[in-house]
């Protein structure tokens, strides 16, 4: 098999950003992709447009994200202006565009730890352009990716199964309380500072890649579907003193007060054996016994929460927030406790059965690296 550097079997297009007049929110123009912040799983999002581009990428062209951060990948769904932290990579004759952008999937990581910068990290052009890729014949590429595929189905269909649960979860808390809005069961109302014994901000103390005591939980461990992600933990020392005021035990609700519009007020139920330090962007709540850690979240992640908490938050320098206070003032049902614990139990079964979909999901994502790296090595 033959390596030839990208230049000699790609078009390589860098992206620049159009005035600022030119943007729009949507309507007319074409789709405007800045970086790794418009992307998706494999397809970008549009949430801005441009009536003047200046550079395009052309459906099909591999979107690369060449600063702040280096790696990510998506495909360009339709015709789109790009700015400069994007590259576009164009397919040549000599070379299947999905073999392309496996290639690039496979490297992203190298090329992210070769971004230089004090400020930010990036690559340049030059950088592109040299690196090296393994080159079969067509026939060959096709038949590799016809393998790819069939290993990152098996991965979209777990993810697929797990995206059907969080609707689930939904549907049955709607169905168990009914409609937030109308009330049609004509539970009692409240507000979350009925139904809670502590609301207490996290520790400010600055977490640390390898050293400290305790692992800390920051803003993005939390999901936007109220699942969490430890696989990026930083972490602090506590004094004893403080161990009461800023760890977070199994059954506590976290609740993410500043982020961006989009994503603040993120709430979950830390399910762990062992307590972790929750930094300062996060708010523990306790229920009192009127409530369950998990009627609470359900209640804050159901469409009808998201909504509220979406028009509650004010801007503060880029970043929307939602306090102690303002958390406490919102309005909520108060069902029986007994009908929140029936919701609990049905939940915790949910969650073991997605449980064993996530190991499925491993097992299947080991499976597709394995053949990435046999394929590119």
């Known amino acids: 098999m033959r390596t030839v550097e990208l230049h000699e079997v790609t078009e390589i297009i860098a992206g620049q950003s159009p005035k600022s007049e030119f943007y729009i929110d949507k309507g007319e123009g074409v789709p ?25 990428a052309k459906e099909g062209d591999i979107l690369f994200s060449v600063r702040a951060p280096v790696g990510p990948t998506n ?25 392309l952008r496996y290639f690039f999937k496979k490297i992203e990581q ?77 539970w009692e109302k409240g507000t979350i500072r009925d139904l809670v014994n502590e609301v207490r901000y996290g520790t400010s103390k600055k977490a640390h890649v390898s050293e400290g005591e305790y692992p800390v939980i920051r803003m993005g461990n939390l999901l936007y579907n109220g699942e969490w992600d430890f696989t990026d933990l930083k972490y602090c020392d506590l004094e004893v003193k403080e161990l009461p005021k800023y760890l977070v035990h199994k059954g506590d609700v976290l609740f993410n007060r500043t982020n961006s519009k989009e994503l603040v007020g993120k709430t979950g139920v830390y399910r762990e054996d062992v307590p972790m ?81 996530r190991f499925q999901m491993i097992k299947s994502e080991a499976l597709f690296s394995s053949l990435v790296q046999e394929v590119f090595n």
């Not at 360009?76 to 299947?96: E, H, M, Q």
């Not at 509650?312 to 614990?341: R, S």
């Open 32 to 56: 405007f992709f800045q970086g790794k912040a418009d992307f998706g799983d494999i397809y970008p999002t549009v949430s801005t447009w441009c009536t003047k581009p200046k550079k395009m």
């Open 75 to 99: 495909i360009a769904k339709v015709d789109c202006c790009i700015g400069r932290g994007l590259s576009a990579i164009r397919a040549g004759n000599d070379i299947d565009r999905s073999f």
């Open 110 to 186: 190298q090329l992210s730890d070769q971004g230089r910068g004090s400020t930010f990290k990036a690559i340049t052009q030059k950088d592109l352009k040299a690196l090296k890729i393994p080159l079969p014949s067509l026939s060959e590429q096709k038949a590799i990716v016809a393998k790819l595929d069939r290993a990152q189905r098996l991965i979209d269909i777990d993810k697929a199964m797990l995206a059907k649960y969080d609707q689930l979860i939904q549907s049955v808390f709607l169905e168990m309380f009914g409609d937030p809005v109308t009330n049609p069961k004509g």
């Open 277 to 357: 330090a929750y930094a300062g962007y996060l708010i523990r709540v306790r229920p009192n016994d009127l409530a369950t850690s998990d009627y609470i979240s359900g209640f804050l992640n159901c469409q009808y929460g998201k909504l509220v908490l979406e028009n509650m938050c004010k801007n503060i320098v880029g970043m929307a927030n939602i306090n102690a206070q303002e958390l406490q003032d919102i309005e909520i049902l108060i069902p029986p406790i007994t009908l929140q614990k029936e919701y609990e139990f049905k939940i915790q079964n949910f969650r073991k059965e997605k449980d064993e979909i």
